[in-house]
């Protein structure tokens, strides 16, 4: 069994908690506006669309696209195993909501712009990591 990389956890407050610790149920949280219906990523409290303060954390599908990618050869963290991809995912449901993230389940090489993939999760302490794989039809 493959052990999971070392990961820099990020901070958790009361804005980003249910995208940091949905996953658990395997759900992806974006927020969204009840005004206007505009998905909200990263997680604030207003909507920068209409202003409202009507901002809750949504489950959204999971799936998206690749927008952009490099692939990494440097280890930036300790035992950080290289080569990996760093993406931007355009999610399903809203074009302009991009999830910085790794792609994962596929070799670097294979990752390609507009790819379909899907969200899955890596836990590390109490917080679920949003990692793509590919989608396999």
Known sequence: MTQAPVRILPVVDRDSEAFWTWGRDGKLAVHRCADCDYFVHP???????????????????????????????????????????????????????????NIVDCAPQDVIFDMPVEVVFERVEDVWIPLFRPVHS
């Open 43 to 101: 997680p604030v409290p207003f909507c920068p669309k209409c202003d409202s303060r009507d901002v809750v954390p949504h489950a959204v599908t999971g799936r998206g696209r690749v927008v952009t990618f490099t692939v990494n050869h440097k280890s930036w963290v300790p035992d950080l195993p290289v080569p990996y991809v760093l993406a931007l995912v355009a999610i399903e449901e809203q074009d302009d909501v991009r999830i910085p993230c």
